[in-house]
C-alpha cells in the first residue's frame, strides 16, 4: 500500500479555505498546493465532536471513538474534593482506547507522528512521536525513541522554546489585543510551524515512515484573534488600513504553511496518499456569555470569597471556575468545556443534589439555561446537551453532565463579571462544528459533493490507506465517495479485530480488562497475524 | 520548613523511593541548566524554579515511574483545603512511599 501522508491543520474551515485556494483581486492564491489537491483529490467537511474542542477532537481524530469512549472531554480535567476542587492538565494517560499509532505500530508499519495534542506521556511506537502542547523545558522527555531529542536538537536552526507550547503566551487567546499585539501574535506563530516543518522534513526524508502525521496548529491560534480579518463575511465592506496590513501579515503565514504541505508532499513521493484534516472549523464570535455568573444569578452555585490573599486573585483570574464548594450545586468549570457539573451528594452531609432528586434537578436547569436571553431578546444557548445523549460509552460519567451550544458557537466565561450576556468589542474566532477532510493521491475519488464526513472516519480512513483491517468497535467508516472503484474493487475495505485495551491509562479500570487478559488478547491477535512478534 | 527537611533527607537518604524521585526529578530539569543538585531537601519551587505545568509534568512522570495510574497528587498538593506554595524532594517521597 501506499505511504500515507497525514497533515493535521488544527481549526481549518472551507469558510476560509475556500478563499485560500481561489484567486482573489490584489492578494492572488493564498495556498495553491492545497488548491490542487482539492481540485484533483477529495475534499469534504468533517463534523467534529459533540462540543467542537481541541484535545476531544483531535483525540477522536486519532483514535476513531467519540469522547464518551476515549475519556478526553477538555485540556483539563479534575476532582471533585468536596470542599475544593483539584484541577490538572488531561494527558495521554486519560485516553482509554488504542491509538492510531499503536494500531499502525503493532501491525508492522512504521510510524512518525508530531505534534498531536494529548499524546503527553508518550507511547512506545514502531517509529518516532513527539507529543505536541509540551512546553520546551519537557520536550526531551515528550518523545520517543530514547535519543530521538538529540537527533532533533542537531537540525540546523533547531530551537526547543521556538517550537515548544509557550503556556504563557497561549492563555492570551481570547483577550482583546492591540493592532501591535496582534501584528506580533502572528510574528510568533510563524517562526514556531517553520521548527516543526523542519523535524518534519528531516523525520519524513531519513526515515521514510509508512504513515507520516504531522499537526500544524498556528491556523488555530492565529484564527481566534485575527478572524476579524480573514472571515469573507465578516471583510466584504472593506477593512481599515491596519486591519488590511494584518491581514497582509496572516495570508504570509498561510502562503508558507502551503510552501510547507507542498514539500512535505514532494517527500512523501509520487505514489503517496496525502490527507489533510481539522479538528473543527472555525466562526464569529460576537458575544461574551458568563455562564456562572447567570448561575449563581439563578442559586445553582456560590463564588469564593476574595481574601484578598495573591492565591485568591491567582485563582479568581484563573480559567477555572472560582467558587464556594460547599454550597455549589451545579456549575461551569472551565471557559473551553462549555459545560455544566451537576454535584451529587453521594453521602450525608456533602454537597450536592440528592441522588434521586438528579433528573428533576437537571430538567430544571435545562430548563433554565434554555430560557437566557441576550440584551435583544434572542435565545443565547440554542443546545443543551445531557452526557449520555453525546458522550455514550465508558468514560461518559468523565463528561460534564451537560453541553452547551451558545448561539454564535462561542465559548463561555467562568468569572464573576456582569453583564451576563454582553456583545464583543472586537469579534474574535471561535469553533464551528464543521472543519475539513481533504484527499489525494492513488485510489482517491475527486468527489466534490461536500457530503459531511464525521471525525471518527479519519482514523478508519487513514488504515484503509496503510492496507489494514478497520478494528470493529471503530465508530467511523471510509467513506464509499472517497476513493474509486478501482481502488475498492482492488483493495476491499476489510474488517479486523477490535482495538487493544489500553491497560495503564487512569480509566482503564473500568473497561474490566486485566493484564492477563491483554496477554490474551496480544496472543490471539498474533496468531491471526495481527500483530507483529 | 528547614527542621522538616532535615527530618525528611536523615529518614529518606537510603530510600530507593527518594532515588528514583530524585532520578525522575534530574530527568525532567536536564535541559533546564541549573546548576542545582538534586536530593531530598531541594525544593521544587525555590530551588528548581517549578511552575504549574513543570508539577502536573513530575505527576505523569511519577505515575509511570512507580507505576501507579491512581496516585493522586491533589492529596500532596492541597492540605486543609488550600494549595501548598512548595514542597521538597523528600515529601514527596515520603508521600510515594506511604502509599506502596
Same mark, same amino acid.
Given at each position: 500500500m501506499a505511504r500515507t501522508l497525514f497533515i493535521g491543520l488544527d481549526g481549518v474551515t472551507f469558510t476560509l479555505l475556500d478563499e485560500l485556494v481561489r484567486e482573489l483581486p490584489g492578494e492572488g492564491v493564498a495556498m495553491p498546493f492545497v488548491a490542487k489537491l482539492m481540485r484533483e483529490?477529495?475534499?469534504?467537511?468533517?463534523?467534529?465532536?459533540?462540543?467542537p474542542l481541541t484535545p476531544p477532537a483531535w483525540v477522536s481524530l486519532i483514535t476513531g471513538r467519540n469522547p464518551g469512549h476515549h475519556g478526553i472531554f477538555d485540556f483539563v480535567r479534575s476532582e471533585d474534593r468536596i470542599t475544593d476542587f483539584y484541577w490538572t492538565l488531561s494527558d495521554r494517560l486519560d485516553i482509554r482506547v488504542e491509538s492510531l499509532w499503536s494500531i499502525a505500530s503493532r501491525q508492522g508499519k512504521r510510524v512518525v507522528s508530531?505534534?498531536?495534542?494529548?499524546?503527553?506521556?508518550?507511547?512506545?511506537?514502531?517509529?518516532?512521536?513527539?507529543?505536541?502542547?509540551?512546553?520546551?523545558?519537557?520536550?526531551?522527555?515528550?518523545?520517543?525513541?530514547?535519543?530521538?531529542?538529540?537527533?532533533?536538537?542537531?537540525?540546523?536552526?533547531?530551537?526547543?522554546?521556538?517550537?515548544?507550547?509557550?503556556?504563557?503566551?497561549?492563555?492570551?487567546i481570547g483577550e482583546e489585543m492591540t493592532q501591535a499585539e496582534l501584528e506580533a501574535w502572528v510574528d510568533h506563530h510563524r517562526p514556531r510551524e517553520e521548527q516543526w516543518f523542519r523535524v518534519a522534513e528531516t523525520l519524513l526524508a531519513e526515515d521514510k515512515p509508512d504513515l507520516f502525521a504531522v499537526m500544524f496548529d498556528g491556523t488555530d491560534k492565529l484564527q481566534h484573534q485575527v478572524w476579524h480579518v480573514l472571515d469573507p463575511r465578516l471583510i466584504k465592506n472593506g477593512m481599515t488600513d491596519a486591519e488590511k496590513r494584518l491581514r497582509?501579515?496572516?495570508?504570509?503565514?498561510?502562503?508558507?504553511?502551503?510552501?510547507?504541505?507542498?514539500?512535505?508532499?514532494?517527500?512523501?513521493?509520487?505514489?503517496?496518499?496525502?490527507f489533510i484534516a481539522s479538528d473543527h472549523g472555525f466562526t464569529a464570535s460576537t458575544e461574551v456569555v458568563r455562564i456562572n455568573r447567570y448561575l449563581g444569578e439563578l442559586g445553582y452555585l456560590a463564588w469564593a470569597e476574595?481574601?484578598?490573599?495573591?492565591?485568591a486573585k491567582r485563582r479568581e483570574d484563573a480559567n477555572f471556575a472560582f467558587l464556594d464548594w460547599t454550597k455549589t450545586l451545579a456549575f461551569c468549570p472551565t471557559p473551553s468545556s462549555n459545560g455544566i457539573v451537576i454535584r451529587v451528594a453521594n453521602e450525608p452531609g456533602h454537597p450536592g443534589v440528592p441522588p434521586e432528586q438528579y433528573e428533576a434537578f437537571r430538567a430544571k436547569l435545562i430548563e433554565d439555561l434554555l430560557a437566557l436571553r441576550g440584551p435583544d431578546g434572542g435565545?443565547?444557548?440554542?443546545?443543551?446537551?445531557?452526557?449520555?445523549?453525546?458522550?455514550?460509552?465508558a468514560a461518559m460519567h468523565a463528561a460534564p453532565d451537560l453541553t452547551v451550544t451558545l448561539r454564535d458557537h462561542g465559548f463561555v466565561s467562568v468569572r464573576n463579571r456582569a453583564p451576563v450576556v454582553e456583545s464583543r468589542r472586537i469579534i474574535a474566532g471561535t469553533h464551528h462544528p464543521d472543519?475539513?477532510?481533504?484527499?489525494?493521491?492513488?485510489?482517491?475519488?475527486?468527489?466534490?459533493?461536500?457530503?459531511?464526513?464525521?471525525?471518527?472516519?479519519?482514523?478508519?480512513?487513514?488504515?484503509?490507506?496503510?492496507?489494514?483491517?478497520?478494528?470493529?468497535?471503530?465508530?467511523?467508516r471510509v467513506r464509499d465517495q472517497m476513493f474509486t472503484d478501482e481502488?475498492?474493487?482492488?483493495?476491499?475495505?476489510l474488517f479486523g479485530p477490535p482495538t487493544l485495551p489500553v491497560t495503564n491509562a487512569r480509566g482503564a479500570a473500568s473497561s474490566g480488562v486485566s493484564e492477563a487478559e491483554r496477554a490474551k488478547i496480544l496472543e490471539q491477535l498474533r496468531a491471526l497475524g495481527y500483530l507483529e512478534n | 520548613m528547614m527542621q522538616a527537611q532535615e527530618e525528611i533527607s536523615d529518614t529518606y537518604n537510603s530510600s530507593s523511593t527518594l532515588a528514583s524521585v530524585i532520578a525522575t526529578i534530574e530527568s525532567i530539569v536536564q535541559d533546564w541548566d541549573l546548576d542545582q543538585p538534586v536530593d531530598a531537601s531541594t525544593r521544587l519551587v525555590a530551588d528548581l524554579g517549578f511552575e504549574s505545568i513543570d508539577l502536573i509534568q513530575m505527576a505523569a512522570?511519577?505515575?509511570?515511574? *512507580?507505576?501507579?495510574?491512581? *496516585?493522586?497528587f491533589a492529596d500532596l498538593l492541597i492540605v486543609d483545603g488550600r494549595y501548598v506554595d512548595d514542597l521538597t524532594v523528600g515529601q514527596i517521597a515520603e508521600a510515594l512511599d506511604a502509599r506502596i
Open positions: 483529490g477529495f475534499h469534504a467537511p468533517l463534523r467534529s465532536t459533540a462540543h508530531l505534534n498531536f495534542p494529548m499524546m503527553s506521556p508518550p507511547e512506545p511506537v514502531n517509529g518516532c512521536l513527539v507529543s505536541g502542547f509540551v512546553s520546551w523545558k519537557h520536550l526531551r522527555r515528550n518523545m520517543t525513541p530514547d535519543g530521538l531529542y538529540d537527533r532533533i536538537k542537531a537540525i540546523p536552526g533547531f530551537s526547543a522554546k521556538e517550537l515548544a507550547w509557550d503556556f504563557q503566551r497561549e492563555s492570551q497582509e501579515r496572516v495570508l504570509g503565514y498561510y502562503r508558507r504553511l502551503d510552501e510547507y504541505i507542498a514539500r512535505l508532499a514532494e517527500l512523501a513521493g509520487p505514489d503517496a496518499r496525502v476574595n481574601d484578598g490573599s495573591a492565591t435565545q443565547v444557548i440554542t443546545g443543551v446537551m445531557k452526557r449520555e445523549d453525546v458522550f455514550p460509552g472543519g475539513i477532510f481533504i484527499g489525494y493521491g492513488p485510489g482517491v475519488s475527486n468527489d466534490h459533493s461536500r457530503k459531511l464526513m464525521n471525525i471518527v472516519d479519519v482514523t478508519p480512513t487513514l488504515l484503509y490507506s496503510l492496507g489494514l483491517p478497520v478494528p470493529q468497535d471503530f465508530e467511523g481502488m475498492f474493487d482492488e483493495n476491499p475495505v | 512522570a511519577l505515575e509511570q515511574e *512507580f507505576g501507579r495510574p491512581n *496516585f493522586s
